[in-house]
């Protein structure tokens, strides 16, 4: 049974977040949360994220995501609740 204290949230950032080391220091941040999922680029020059953990970790990962490591320019960031089965063990950049 999954377990009710995960959150699973998609996250979809825009604005200067190509070029700019987004995934590898979003990879670092969840693995220093101990967040899980995935983070990859879209072809529309978004970066979309599946972060997983507890609310608190949730919630750490979608604040540090508006903003992104320095050189990126985060312009929106929308996110949405999923209820998926499917547990990540880590986090990775695909």
Known sequence: ?????????????RGKVQGVGFRMATVR???????????????????????QGTPDQVDQMLEWLGRGPPGALVREVTSRREFIDKRYGSFQQL
Do not use: C, K, Y
């Open 1 to 13: 049974m999954a377990d009710p204290h995960i959150e699973t949230v998609f996250v979809q950032i």
């Open 29 to 51: 941040r969840a693995h220093m949360l101990g967040a899980t999922g995935w983070v990859q680029n879209a072809a529309d020059g978004s970066v979309e994220a599946l972060v």
